[in-house]
């Protein structure tokens, strides 16, 4: 094309100089993980026999002989467990009265070394 004009690069400047105020810019995330506010990190204590986190100002103790927590195998390198509202232990009704929420799934996952929690919490239901 030599010296003559750019026609697609003019068009492309053209468009986004009367976009400008539409372009939403991306940045890509350096940890997926940040994102969820309502992940906590868990600490695992072999010794004592407990699940630690801080959640609502407290810090939290479950113990690991506790319900679903009885069946883990605590030497494996990746954690995955989710917990429901059903649960016969009643863990999520307990964490639910001590955090004052409504509880309604748990779930602990990721490498040993860096357990996370979530909460999901039952949604309101407005009355009708």
Known sequence: MGK?????????????????G????????????ELNFNTHHVD???????F???CGGQVLEIPSSWGPFKTLNYDQSNFDLRISKEDPSMILTVLSALLEQDLDHMHIFGPK??????????????AA
């Open 22 to 33: 539409n372009v939403i810019e991306f940045r890509k995330p350096s940890n997926q993980m």
């Open 44 to 50: 695992y204590s072999k010794e004592r026999g407990c």
């Open 4 to 20: 003559g004009n750019d026609y697609i690069s003019q068009m492309v400047l053209e468009t986004l100089n009367e976009a400008s």
């Open 113 to 126: 070394d860096d357990l996370r929690l979530t909460f999901e919490y039952q949604e309101s239901r407005a």
């Open 52 to 54: 630690e986190f801080a």
